[in-house]
């Protein structure tokens, strides 16, 4: 049997125990008493001992097998739950993490196989110091039978034939002692066992190597005893030899037995005392059900996404064909053919679709250990956890997510004396939530800490070259806020470990940016901050309206417009040299994208002038176009920016006619 | 007829692994249960010739499940799989009914033999 063919499996499942074993961790630190966690986690570790043997990870079924060990101990109440039997077991996880990334990395294995193993036996030794090491036990090929009188009165006071069954179990055969068992319990149907060699009582306490004699007193013949035995598995071999006289028993000789001493450990009994927990991790996160569902590499998902993306373009085709001749009955066939091209698509989209917790459950050992380390008193509120992004997206938000996080406990959330001080709860609270707007979903981390102060973003903006003075004068404190955001600023006075790590926040910005998304903060001074990311459910087909701006064609997706208008010139005023309208009692500034996207804009004035307008955060734009197209379904196909000219478009999306549209990046135009 | 087998395992992997090993031997899998209680019900329900049991579950581990299958189908023919160091278990699945055992890390060989002992 191929083992490649489960390595898939293998990796997604035991991330999923692993996920499991981090979870219940947390809550025992908690909750020490929860024995439901104990056996959750102590199945988990069991589960991944076996997976791992069975795939021949060594290293991985060994650490497991170490943790489920002292696991057992626990569940069983011979030890109980402290600090330091939790944080041994969150190394040994973060090892068994590393184990399945990066394997070449992983150095202390042995050193902390070693740790729980001491740890295990201290606790044993203490618990049961009269258990006795393992003796091992030489077989004797010869037939070595110690015959009292009272066994050779048997013999010879019953029917049948004494016979010697010599029985050889499989050499990596693992509970030796129970198919000698079932061997025994087998022949007791057929007759007497008389004595065995080893002695049974020894057999049962597993001293015995693979082969094991048997004397047995039976009517039946040799071949009849065979078979009943033939049905035990692991037996390599059966010989039966019929003894035919008794004195051939009588000549034996005692067997020999090697006893070793079984060195006496120390009972150094370390301090179990709880220590003060300084977190309280609340996680509310559910677990996928494993029942119902099936496992696909995303990359064949990310191939059937392509076909199905071609398909749409390819009907799209198929339809302009059918438009341009007038042909009716043409139309009318596609129609319910766009139908089911549309429901393939979305179901090929819901499947990409994954749970936001694949992200979110991180973050409870992630808190507690940041808090840990810092000695601050976090609360984590974990919430939506179910909410639903495309794969590709939760692949990237991780990273971004990470570093807010830390930013947020790190700079956001003060001290537990501090907060006292300030007449706040000592906990601090960090909420994480994910829900959905529109077509986008939301993710909020929130947090009560002392916030964001508008005039230290101004000092640094400024000593940085951020902005300008006169360019801060305008701006509003929200503004001046999201200059965090901007390149080459950083608020932290040193860059520590926690939310330095050397990445600022315009890097996280532009990664959200990368995704189509956004992201923006709110802070009030002493009550916290929110970062609200906004990112779209999918990314690769999108619904926009199709626009023509000197003779090519650009699509504004579907999600930014408020409205499309045709506006008269005659409405359009002046205001501070930019031209505006007036639209429902708010003033929309017009872009003219022949100058935003370096056309040369034509003489002769327009009697109505098509708009498009654009909602960009709080903000509304009207986008100037020649003329209006149409809604279309378009697939986005990423352009490689090498001429690093092309941040006004997120991307190229293939036409039916088999033009090349592009997609404009509202956000850029309109800002920029 | 092909013999038909029911696989009890909360794991997955361990599950498909049968799974295959199973449908190499020329066997089916008549359906496969997740934890014990699951696993009682789906006997009942497909009736199959074999079951292979694993012990740590959840709701309902291995060994009760042996007992409610053996309460309902005394003649029922299960094979328990085990892990190492789970001894005191497999003495009790065998002592309530169990027919025989595989210790995991499971190996083709062995799991082909107590098939084929039990069902050949």
Same mark, same amino acid.
């Given at each position: 049997m191929d083992m490649n063919d489960f390595q898939e499996l293998y990796a997604s499942e035991s991330r999923e125990h692993l996920d499991i074993l981090n979870d219940a961790l947390l809550t025992l630190e908690n909750d020490p008493e929860n024995m439901e966690m104990i056996n959750e986690s102590f199945r988990a570790a069991h589960t991944l001992k076996g997976m791992a043997g069975t795939m021949g990870f060594e290293r991985v079924s060994r650490l497991a097998h170490a943790m489920e060990n002292i696991l057992d101990l626990l569940r069983n109440g011979e030890i109980e739950v402290n600090t330091e039997v939790i944080n041994l077991l969150f190394r040994s996880i973060d090892t068994l993490e590393l184990l399945s990334s /990066?394997?070449?990395?992983?150095?202390?294995l042995d050193e902390l196989i070693t740790e729980l193993k001491s740890f295990l036996e201290i606790r044993k030794i203490k618990a049961d110091n009269e258990e006795q090491e393992f003796v091992s036990f030489s077989s004797q090929e010869d037939v070595d039978f110690d015959l009292s009188d009272d066994e050779l009165k048997i013999i010879s006071d019953n029917p049948g034939n004494p016979m010697i069954i010599r029985i050889e179990l499989e050499d990596d055969c693992v509970f030796k002692s129970l198919r000698a068992d079932m061997v025994f319990e087998s022949l007791e149907e057929y007759g007497e066992l008389i004595k065995a060699n080893p002695a049974i009582d020894k057999i049962r306490k597993e001293e015995l190597d693979e082969i094991f004699q048997i004397l047995f007193l039976t009517i039946e013949t040799e071949e009849i005893i065979a078979q009943s035995l033939n049905n035990i598995s692991e037996i390599e071999e059966i010989e039966i030899t019929v003894v035919d006289e008794i004195e051939q028993l009588e000549d034996i000789s005692q067997p020999e037995e090697k006893e070793e001493d079984v060195a006496g450990l120390e009972d150094n009994k370390s301090d179990q005392t709880n220590s003060k927990k300084n977190t309280n991790v609340k996680s509310l996160s559910k677990r996928l059900k494993a029942n119902n569902t099936i496992r696909v590499d995303v990359e064949r998902l990310d191939s059937l996404m392509n076909l199905v993306a071609e398909l749409v373009i390819k009907r799209t085709q198929v339809e302009s064909v059918g438009e341009s001749y007038n042909l009716d009955e043409l139309n009318k066939k596609l129609k319910p053919l766009s139908k089911v091209t549309t429901e393939l698509q979305n179901s090929v989209m819901e499947m990409r679709m994954v749970p936001i917790s694949l992200v979110f459950n991180r973050f409870p050992r992630l808190v507690r250990d940041l808090a840990q380390d810092l000695d601050k008193d976090i609360n984590l509120v974990i919430e939506g956890e179910e909410t639903e992004l495309d794969r590709t997206i939760i692949d990237e938000i991780g990273d971004p997510l990470v570093h807010m996080v830390r930013n947020a406990i790190g700079h956001g959330i003060e001290d537990p004396d501090e907060r006292e001080r300030l007449g706040k709860d000592r906990e601090g609270l960090i909420k994480l939530s994910a829900f959905h707007e529109g077509n986008n979903v939301v993710i909020q981390i929130q947090d009560d800490g002392q916030g964001i102060e508008p005039e230290l973003i101004k000092k640094k903006a400024i000593e940085k070259g951020v902005v300008t003075l006169s360019e801060l004068e305008s701006m509003s404190d929200e503004e001046i806020i999201n200059?965090? !955001?901007?390149?080459? !600023?950083?608020? /932290?006075?040193e860059v520590n470990d926690v939310s330095g790590r050397g990445v600022g926040m315009d890097v996280v910005k532009n990664k959200i940016e990368s995704l189509s998304g956004s992201v923006d903060i709110e802070s009030k001074v002493g009550k916290g901050s929110t970062f609200t990311m906004k990112l779209p459910l999918t990314l690769s087909i999108i619904q926009g309206f199709l626009i023509k701006v000197a003779d090519q064609k650009y699509v504004i997706p579907l999600e930014s417009i408020q409205e499309i208008v045709d506006v008269n010139p005659d409405d359009v005023q002046t205001i501070r040299q930019e031209e505006v309208i007036h639209r429902r009692g708010s003033v929309i500034p017009l872009i003219s994208l022949y100058d935003k996207l370096n056309k040369e804009e034509p003489d002769q004035a327009k009697q109505e002038i098509s708009t498009v307008i654009v909602g960009v955060g709080n903000d509304y734009y009207g986008l100037m176009a020649d003329s209006i197209i149409g809604q279309q379904e378009v697939v986005i196909k990423r352009i490689n920016d090498l001429s690093g000219n092309l941040e006004k478009i997120a991307g190229g999306a293939i036409l039916g006619d088999g033009s090349i549209a592009l997609i404009i990046n509202v956000e850029e135009i309109t800002t920029s | 007829m092909v013999k038909t087998i029911l696989v009890v395992d909360d794991a997955q992997f361990m599950r498909t692994m049968l799974k295959k090993l199973i449908e190499e031997n020329g066997y089916e899998v008549a359906d496969e249960a997740v934890n014990g209680q699951e696993a009682v019900e789906k006997y009942k329900e497909v009736d199959p010739d074999l079951v292979t049991m694993d012990i740590t579950m959840p709701k309902m581990d291995g060994i009760e499940a042996i007992r409610e299958i053996m309460d309902y189908d005394p003649n029922a023919d299960i094979i328990v799989c085990s892990a190492m160091g789970q001894k005191p278990m497999v003495v009790e699945s065998l002592e309530v009914g169990a027919k025989d055992f595989i210790v995991k890390p499971i190996k083709p060989e062995k799991v082909k033999d107590s098939l084929n002992n039990i069902l050949g």
């Open positions: /990066n394997p070449d990395e992983v150095e202390d200059l965090i !955001f901007a390149a080459g !600023f950083s608020t /932290n006075e | -």
